[in-house]
C-alpha cells in the first residue's frame, strides 16, 4: 500500500518564500525594521504570529490584529501577480493524484493566504485534506499540524510521508512520527536539513515511494 504524502506549502509546492519576506519588509519598513538574512532562516517554516511575535519583540508594532490585514493584504497583491508552483511539485502531484494515491497539506501559512496559494496555482484539486497554521493549536516545530492532517486522511501518522524544506518543518514530521523528506530550494544547506529520512535536489514520484 502506497503511504499518504502530506506537503507543507511555502517552499516545497510554490515558490513564495521570497515574494513573502518581500511582504514582510514592506510592512515592517515604516515601523523601521530591516530583516536579516539570518532572521529570515530562523523564521521560515514558522507561523506569522511567531514572526509578528519577533519583530515585536525589536520594534514597537501595532497589535498584531492591526498589522495582519496591512500585511496580507501586500502579501495578496504580490502572490496574484508573481506566485507560481515549482515545476518539479506540480509535475509529481499530477502523477500522485492519477496513481489515487492520498494527499494533504499542513502548512505554517495562515488559512486566507494558504488558500491563496493553492487556489492561484491550481494546485487545490490534488488534495483530500489542506490544514492551515492558524488552525492548530502549537506550529512548526511541534507536531500538531501535521498529526491534524493525518487525522483528517483517516491514516496513522506514521503511515505518512513528510515533504518539507525547512528545519522548523523536518522537526515537526519527525516529531509526528513520519517519514521526511526535505527538498533543497536553496535556503537551507543539506547539513541544516539532516534530520530528515531522504534528502533530494527535486520532487519526483519516486522518493515519495
Known amino acids: 500500500m502506497s503511504r499518504p504524502v502530506i506537503f507543507d506549502c511555502d517552499g516545497v509546492l510554490v515558490d513564495s518564500e521570497d515574494l513573502a519576506w518581500s511582504a514582510w519588509r514592506e510592512a515592517l519598513r515604516p515601523h523601521g525594521v530591516e530583516i536579516s538574512d539570518q532572521e529570515v532562516a530562523d523564521l521560515s517554516g514558522r507561523t506569522e504570529r511567531d514572526a509578528f511575535d519577533h519583530f515585536a519583540d525589536r520594534a514597537e508594532l501595532p497589535p498584531y490584529e492591526e498589522f495582519w490585514p496591512l500585511l496580507a493584504d501586500r502579501?495578496?497583491?504580490?502572490?496574484?501577480?508573481?506566485?507560481?508552483?515549482?515545476?518539479?511539485?506540480?509535475?509529481?502531484?499530477?502523477v500522485l493524484h492519477e496513481r489515487g494515491r492520498a494527499m494533504a497539506v499542513a502548512s505554517s501559512?495562515?488559512?486566507?493566504?494558504?488558500?491563496?496559494?493553492?487556489?492561484?496555482?491550481?494546485?487545490?484539486?490534488?488534495?483530500d485534506v489542506v490544514v492551515a497554521g492558524d488552525e492548530v493549536a502549537n506550529g512548526k516545530p511541534a507536531p500538531d499540524i501535521?498529526?491534524?492532517?493525518?487525522?483528517?486522511?483517516?491514516?496513522d501518522p506514521a503511515e505518512c510521508v513528510a515533504v518539507e524544506d525547512a528545519p522548523a518543518g523536518v522537526a515537526a514530521g519527525k516529531a509526528a512520527g513520519m517519514r521526511v523528506v526535505a527538498v533543497l530550494r536553496g535556503s537551507y544547506?543539506?547539513?541544516?536539513l539532516a534530520q530528515a529520512d531522504v534528502i533530494v535536489p527535486r520532487l519526483t514520484p519516486a522518493v515519495l515511494a
Open 146 to 155: 501535521y498529526l491534524a492532517a493525518a487525522e483528517g486522511l483517516g491514516v
Open 189 to 192: 544547506s543539506p547539513e541544516q
Open 109 to 127: 501559512s495562515p488559512r486566507e493566504r494558504l488558500d491563496l496559494s493553492l487556489g492561484s496555482t491550481g494546485l487545490r484539486r490534488f488534495f
Open 75 to 94: 502579501v495578496r497583491a504580490l502572490f496574484e501577480q508573481y506566485l507560481e508552483a515549482f515545476e518539479d511539485s506540480a509535475d509529481t502531484l499530477e
